[in-house]
Structure formats: structure tokens, C-alpha cells
């Protein structure tokens, strides 16, 4: 995948309370940066903590009429729950990129196992762990630059924050190019 690629559709799926929604809207934003036309839907259970929450996230260089995810080009799963919704589409060649901390492992090419919660505790911010997941999302499918994540990370938080988010989003850029390489 590449940015060349004029439209990506993006899901990010886990519980709610992972930070997901907002690891959209900071893509979303992202993407605006770059110039490029972006569409940023959620949804979330009843229970806001704790059920599913979903982003989903479409870019494209074209204007974008329908502004739900037809087919995603990539799916991020945080949980055991939100891998079953989609692992369907890993079958259809759709790279899962899941949690393997709180997931259990699928076999196939399609399915990328990545400790994202492990990692994010070992670095001592487990509520990183949405921030670190981006990362390695963006590493995935190359929708926006890394530098581009990195300086909006900086403007959103403050102080140290701002330099344990961007920590965090490298830290899983560079776990997803080790599983990738």
C-alpha cells in the first residue's frame, strides 16, 4: 500500500476507553494536512467504556460522496472482539493488523500480529497503546507520512505528553517495518 493509492479506507476497531475514536480523528486530520479530502466516522456501543468502538477513516484525493468503509484497504484490531467482526475480510486479502496481547493468534498472511499493549506498557504509558497502534497502521499502509502524524502529535499534547505520544506512535512505526520487513 501506498500513498500513491488516490483513496484508503480505514477501520480502526477495539473497546471503548483504547482511544481509537480519537487515534481517527488524529489521522483524519493528518491526512487534511497533506491536502487530501477526509471522511472520519465512529460508532460505539452503549457502554462507551469497555464496548466496541469503531473509527473509520477514508481519504482520498477525489471528492467522497458515500462516507462509510465499503471495503477497507487495512483493519486495526485491539481486541478479541473487534478481530471476530472483521477477520472475515482477511479471506478477501485484507491485512488485519490486531493486538496480539489481548487477541488470540490466526494463521494466515493476512493476519499481523503486533503486541501493541505489551509494547505500550514496556514503555511505560500503557494508555499509548491507541498512539502506538496508529504507528504502526501508518508504517502498514503509508496513508500519511510519519512526519506529518508526528508534528500534529506535538501540536495536539503538551510538554511531555506530546514527546511520550511521539515515542509511542515511532515505537510502533518501527515495530510494524521489523514484522514487515
Not at 482477511?90 to 494466515?108: C, F, K, M, N
Not at 503509508?142 to 506535538?154: C, G, Q, S, W, Y
Amino acid at each position: 500500500m501506498s500513498r500513491e493509492r488516490r483513496r484508503h479506507e480505514l477501520v480502526l476497531a477495539g473497546s471503548g476507553g483504547q482511544g481509537l475514536v480519537l487515534s481517527g480523528i488524529l489521522l483524519a486530520e493528518a491526512a487534511i494536512a497533506e491536502g487530501r479530502n477526509v471522511v472520519q466516522t465512529q460508532s460505539y456501543g452503549i457502554a462507551t467504556r469497555g464496548g466496541l468502538s469503531l473509527a473509520e477513516v477514508i481519504v482520498d484525493q477525489d471528492e467522497i460522496l458515500f462516507q462509510q468503509v465499503r471495503t477497507p484497504d487495512c483493519v486495526l484490531a485491539l481486541t478479541e472482539e473487534a478481530l471476530r467482526k472483521y477477520e472475515a475480510w482477511a479471506e478477501r486479502g485484507v491485512p488485519i493488523l490486531y493486538d496480539s496481547t489481548l487477541a488470540q493468534e490466526r494463521p494466515g498472511a493476512n493476519f499481523l500480529a503486533c503486541p501493541f499493549t505489551r509494547i505500550a506498557s514496556e514503555l511505560g504509558n500503557p494508555g499509548s497503546v491507541n498512539i502506538l497502534a496508529l504507528g504502526a497502521l501508518i508504517a502498514l499502509t503509508t496513508v500519511v507520512a510519519p512526519a506529518t502524524m508526528e508534528e500534529l502529535l506535538r501540536a495536539r499534547f503538551e510538554g511531555e505528553s506530546a514527546e511520550a505520544n511521539v515515542r509511542a506512535f515511532r515505537a510502533g512505526v518501527e515495530q510494524q517495518r521489523r514484522v514487515c520487513a
